[in-house]
């Protein structure tokens, strides 16, 4: 849609230079002075530096559209919405914004600003009828990064609302989909600290009962069932503090490291061979509990390491510390709304201090029911004899799992199950023996490692007829419903589809994606197929950038959206402007899904 008027006349424009000058000489102005050596001509005319586009999505909505060019950057609080005259009935809501960028301004103080493409949701009530055509009055204001401030911009925009629904009234404020992790967002930029703290603790603490922190459990488990009949309540829980805080240090430390890069710290640890590396050495430490060998230093280590612990008895912290920062790195992958908002406040904002303090809670949270098994393990675990090696043993079993559970990201579906099946049979094997060598209530284990038997079959068994869902592996997988995405590989790439889709006046769906990512597995399983988010989708194009690898041309892609990992999803309308406040991250279930879609994907 364009505007009635032009915003400003170029022949004014050396008029509108010295006017900004002296308006910042005389502090009125809400701008930084221009570089001295700067010429007017450097800069483009307001009006190519800041695009403004106006289109009615539904009868009581309205979408403006701001394209600002590199180099520039739009005033959040400069931004003013208005009906050009006064309709009977009809009145504007509360415009709903994204979260952008926080500046420090030599005249206006802290500031919040976009410097990339944004999109606006300004609601509408009225009343039903038939189409209604009505006059915007809009006002924006922004600078070049290189000096230049330019005046505030006014402009109206004609727009006609579709049809709405004679019998009703069609209210203000159905509020547009805010995703959790842009709520959180804006609660790391300037929120309670108590209440950000508190909120991400709860974050971690929901994370900790999810698949991709679960596999902990038995880490540190194992850790302190190796101790044997030494443990105690009190070490249990020292050790498993320990672990926690090396967990929550490096999880914080490396998050802001890598965030302040504009990169995601724990996608680097997910290249197959590296996590290959790991379910070795998982692996390895079951067969230590297990017993068939003996983890030991060498002899002039142990020498060096005895004289030391006459002066201090440290025991194994340091080995608890460095398993819990590796937990961090390699364990818990999933990429939640809460992490992606601390990333991108710390990537986007350089508030390091809240962002870390926001991670550390959250790590700290995820941590929390690892604390409780420590504390617990001197009344749960067996202090003495054969309860205590079974117990050893069957936390080498449940090691096992965590191999197979990280394994399970790189390798086929069917060879996973496979790969339960060790587990499940170490855990037969360990139930069985024990029965012969304790005074354990011999009926109720032998039925426990008679099920843990009957499940290895039953994995081995659909394994091989194809099933490929460890829970149910009696059933064989449904024939699987793919979305026809196509794979671009670059921003490049990205830029040429999107003009070939807008060329074509289709709306665009793109799917960051990569082998390890747990949650894009289960978004290909259980949401794409879905029969309501295919009809939602079906004249929608669609792209998938495979981060797999995270290469340059991956990184490059990612930093584009300010993305810190898969899997994120977003949204180009039939103008090839995206939808950035509708952007989905993590896993979502497929109605919520298909509800955002449909909000995303509507013809202007």
Excluded at 17 to 43: E, K
Excluded at 286 to 313: C, D, I
Aim: aromatic share 8%; charged share 15%.
């Amino acid at each position: 849609m364009k505007p009635i008027s032009t915003p400003t006349p170029r022949s004014k424009r050396p008029l509108v230079a010295l006017a900004t000058l002296l308006l910042g000489l005389l502090s009125l102005a809400a701008s930084p002075v221009p570089a001295a050596d700067g010429l007017q001509n450097d800069f483009l005319p307001p009006d190519q530096a800041f695009k403004v586009f106006v289109q009615a999505t539904a009868p009581d909505r309205i979408e403006v559209s701001y394209a600002v060019t590199d180099g520039y950057y739009l005033y959040r609080d400069k931004l003013k919405f208005a009906l050009a005259a006064e309709v009977q009935g009809v009145a504007l809501g509360q415009p709903q914004m994204p979260k952008g960028e926080i500046k420090t301004d030599d005249y206006f103080g802290t500031q919040e600003v976009w410097h990339h493409d944004f999109t606006v949701q300004l609601p509408v009530s009225r009343a039903g009828g038939p189409a209604l055509p009505l006059t915007l009055n809009l006002t924006w204001q922004g600078c070049a990064d290189a000096g230049l401030c330019y005046p505030p911009q006014r402009a109206k925009f004609e727009v006609t609302l579709p049809a709405a629904d004679s019998s009703s009234k069609v209210a203000v404020a159905e509020a547009p989909y805010v995703s959790e992790q842009d709520w959180l967002a804006g609660l790391v930029r300037s929120g309670s600290l108590f209440t950000l703290l508190g909120m991400f603790f709860l974050s971690g603490l929901g994370l900790a009962f999810t698949p991709c922190v679960l596999p902990m459990v038995p880490i540190i488990s194992g850790i302190i069932a190796g101790h044997g009949a030494n443990m105690t309540r009190l070490k249990g829980f020292s050790l498993s503090l320990t672990y926690v805080l090396g967990m929550a240090a490096t999880y914080t430390a490396a998050g802001m490291a890598f965030a302040a890069a504009g990169q995601q710290a724990q996608s680097l640890f997910q290249q197959p061979w590296i996590i290959s590396l790991f379910a070795v050495l998982f692996v390895t430490m079951a067969a230590s509990m297990f017993g068939f060998f003996t983890v030991q230093m060498p002899s002039f280590v142990q020498t060096r390491l005895a004289e030391l612990s006459n002066r201090q008895r440290a025991g194994s912290y340091a080995g608890v510390a460095v398993m819990g920062a590796l937990s961090a790195l390699i364990v818990t992958t999933c990429v939640g709304p809460a992490l992606v908002a601390a990333l991108s406040v710390i990537g986007q904002s350089g508030q390091m201090l809240r962002g870390g303090l926001a991670l550390f809670a959250m790590a700290m949270g995820m941590g929390t029911p690892l604390l409780v098994v420590g504390a617990s393990a001197g009344q749960l675990l067996p202090r003495a004899g054969a309860w205590m090696e079974t117990v050893k043993q069957l936390f080498g079993a449940l090691l096992l799992a965590v191999a197979a559970w990280m394994l399970a990201r790189i390798v086929p579906e069917r060879i996973a199950l496979l790969l339960w099946a060790l587990p499940a049979l170490a855990a037969a094997v360990v139930l069985l023996r024990a029965t012969l060598r304790s005074n354990l209530p011999r009926l109720l284990v032998r039925t426990i490692a008679a099920a843990a038997l009957l499940w290895a079959v039953l994995l081995v068994v659909g394994g091989v007829r194809g099933a490929t869902d460890p829970l149910a592996p009696w059933a064989l997988a449904p024939a699987h419903v793919e979305l026809p995405f196509v794979t671009i590989k670059s921003v490049a790439d990205l830029e040429r589809e999107v003009a070939a889709a807008q060329a074509a006046g289709k709306p665009l769906l793109l799917d960051f994606y990569a082998d390890w990512c747990v949650s894009c597995k289960e978004m290909e399983r259980y949401t794409f197929p879905d029969a309501q988010v295919r009809q939602v989708l079906a004249n929608t194009v669609l792209l998938r950038a495979d981060v797999t690898a995270n290469d340059e041309a991956d990184q490059a892609l990612l930093a584009k959206f300010g993305i810190f990992g898969p899997p994120t999803i977003a949204f180009y309308g039939s103008d090839g402007i995206e939808r950035s406040t509708l952007r989905v991250v993590g896993y979502m279930k497929a109605a919520e899904f298909a509800a955002v879609a449909a909000r995303a994907t509507v013809s202007p």
